[in-house]
């Protein structure tokens, strides 16, 4: 028997390629006509831009195992992502740095002088435990309140304190002009797009790939399936849906350079939309080539049940759901959870790879040694 894989985003597309190398037959499938999952991209038919069709994604990694393994399989530009912000009517540029501090507050400080300023302005809290709490310690009220309340409120529909203090930890301070929005040694975008990644991970022997498919249609017999769609979908939510965000796109065109940068936050609570990106930005490369511009107005709200979930809320009254999946996953035998959604994690596209990589490891083994495979690779009850 083959083994089968739901979902043609990097997860199954990693791990599919990995068993099919390994002389196992693997089918992928995905719901999707196209494949990459929310990475997917395409060219625009009216302007010629590449468009990151559900959102924009910036490859980012300090891992050389993964950026080795994306090398194999396109041609990767190098790419420094910038983020300018929209704030009381004024443009700064986050992550917040000394430029940001230095106009947000009027002055012209040295990196001395405003880590001082900072430390003064920043509340003495000794373990935050909750969104509000990690900014007020890292940043003080006056930036958190410009930059980060309004925006956190749009983008996860929740108040600051519901959400936990590890959200923010993935953004940076610092104390000079760099505005780089990563400080990963490698940043790059693939040349022909995420959509024509995956599809060469996928093109090897033994891989057969199927668009259009739902996996509760299949009435095939298989060794084993990796399932990287969502944990709860897959028990049919027998304890509940589990709560994620979605986007809303507003999808535009302009004629020429509408904002001259590839994403703008607006943090401001009253602007309905969380940011625009114009995509022809995000391959600065090719983007003096075309007329015309696309761009997306994207509005955050709860996933609903027909929905394409993006982010995983995992606010701390979904901690009882999300066990009794766990412990349901690792009683179901001939099945692994796999990915953002099969755990229920928020993942970068470094590490979901790298975990995909891993697990990949793991799963030949336990075939060669005629072991049964786990039902995760990486426990989501983790943070």
């Given at each position: 028997?083959?083994?089968c894989?739901?979902?043609?985003?990097?997860?199954?597309?990693?791990?599919?390629?990995?068993?099919?190398?390994?002389?196992?037959?693997?089918?992928?499938?995905?719901?999707?006509?196209?494949?990459?999952?929310?990475?997917?991209?395409?060219?625009?038919?009216?302007?010629?831009v590449?468009?990151?069709?559900?959102g924009?994604?910036?490859?980012?990694?300090?891992?050389?195992?993964?950026?080795?393994?994306?090398?194999?399989?396109?041609?990767?530009?190098?790419?420094?992502?910038?983020?300018?912000?929209?704030?009381?009517?004024?443009?700064?540029?986050?992550?917040?740095?000394?430029?940001?501090?230095?106009?947000?507050?009027?002055?012209v400080?040295?990196?001395?002088?405003?880590?001082?300023?900072?430390?003064?302005?920043?509340?003495?809290?000794?373990?935050?435990?909750?969104?509000?709490?990690?900014?007020?310690?890292?940043i003080?009220?006056?930036?958190?309140?410009?930059?980060?309340?309004?925006?956190?409120?749009?983008?996860?529909?929740?108040?600051?304190?519901?959400?936990?203090?590890?959200?923010?930890?993935?953004?940076?301070?610092?104390?000079?002009y760099?505005?780089?929005?990563?400080?990963?040694?490698?940043?790059?975008?693939?040349?022909?797009?995420?959509?024509?990644?995956?599809?060469?991970?996928?093109?090897?022997?033994?891989?057969?790939?199927?668009?259009?498919?739902?996996?509760?249609?299949?009435?095939?017999?298989?060794?084993?399936?990796?399932?990287?769609?969502?944990?709860?979908?897959?028990?049919?939510?027998?304890?509940?849906?589990?709560?994620?965000?979605?986007?809303?796109?507003?999808?535009?065109?302009?004629?020429?350079?509408?904002?001259?940068?590839a994403?703008?936050?607006?943090?401001?609570?009253?602007?309905?939309?969380?940011?625009?990106?114009?995509?022809?930005?995000?391959?600065?490369?090719?983007?003096?080539?075309?007329?015309?511009?696309?761009?997306?107005?994207?509005?955050?709200?709860?996933?609903?049940?027909?929905?394409?979930?993006?982010?995983?809320?995992?606010?701390?009254?979904?901690?009882?759901?999300?066990?009794?999946?766990?412990?349901?996953?690792?009683?179901?035998?001939?099945v692994?959870?796999?990915?953002?959604?099969?755990?229920y994690?928020?993942?970068?596209?470094?590490?979901?790879?790298?975990?995909?990589?891993?697990?990949?490891?793991?799963?030949?083994?336990?075939?060669?040694?005629?072991?049964?495979?786990?039902?995760?690779?990486?426990?989501?009850?983790?943070?």
């Amino acid at each position: 028997m083959r083994y089968c894989i739901v979902g043609a985003g990097f997860s199954g597309a990693v791990i599919g390629r990995a068993l099919a190398e390994a002389g196992q037959k693997v089918l992928v499938i995905d719901e999707r006509a196209t494949m990459g999952g929310n990475c997917a991209s395409e060219r625009d038919a009216g302007t010629g831009v590449m468009v990151h069709v559900y959102g924009p994604h910036i490859f980012h990694t300090g891992n050389e195992r993964v950026w080795d393994y994306v090398q194999k399989f396109g041609d990767w530009v190098d790419y420094n992502h910038r983020v300018q912000a929209v704030a009381g009517g004024r443009v700064f540029s986050l992550p917040v740095n000394l430029l940001t501090i230095n106009q947000f507050f009027n002055k012209v400080m040295s990196p001395a002088q405003a880590r001082a300023f900072i430390a003064a302005q920043a509340q003495e809290i000794a373990e935050p435990q909750n969104f509000e709490e990690q900014a007020l310690s890292l940043i003080g009220p006056d930036l958190y309140r410009a930059f980060f309340r309004g925006y956190t409120r749009k983008q996860w529909g929740v108040e600051p304190t519901e959400l936990p203090a590890s959200i923010l930890k993935r953004l940076p301070v610092r104390f000079s002009y760099d505005d780089s929005y990563f400080a990963h040694p490698y940043q790059a975008m693939p040349r022909a797009g995420y959509t024509e990644v995956v599809k060469a991970i996928l093109d090897t022997e033994g891989v057969e790939l199927r668009l259009g498919a739902r996996f509760e249609d299949l009435d095939e017999p298989f060794a084993h399936v990796i399932y990287s769609g969502p944990i709860d979908r897959y028990f049919h939510h027998e304890y509940g849906r589990l709560g994620y965000r979605t986007l809303d796109f507003e999808r535009f065109s302009h004629k020429g350079d509408f904002q001259g940068t590839a994403v703008l936050n607006y943090c401001d609570e009253d602007v309905p939309f969380t940011r625009i990106t114009e995509h022809k930005h995000f391959a600065p490369w090719e983007r003096d080539q075309f007329e015309g511009s696309v761009l997306y107005r994207e509005f955050s709200r709860l996933c609903g049940p027909d929905d394409i979930p993006y982010y995983p809320i995992r606010q701390t009254s979904e901690e009882a759901m999300l066990r009794k999946y766990v412990l349901r996953a690792e009683a179901t035998p001939g099945v692994s959870f796999v990915g953002r959604l099969g755990s229920y994690r928020y993942l970068d596209m470094d590490v979901t790879i790298a975990e995909a990589l891993d697990a990949s490891d793991r799963m030949i083994a336990a075939i060669r040694e005629e072991k049964s495979l786990p039902a995760f690779f990486v426990q989501p009850l983790g943070k």
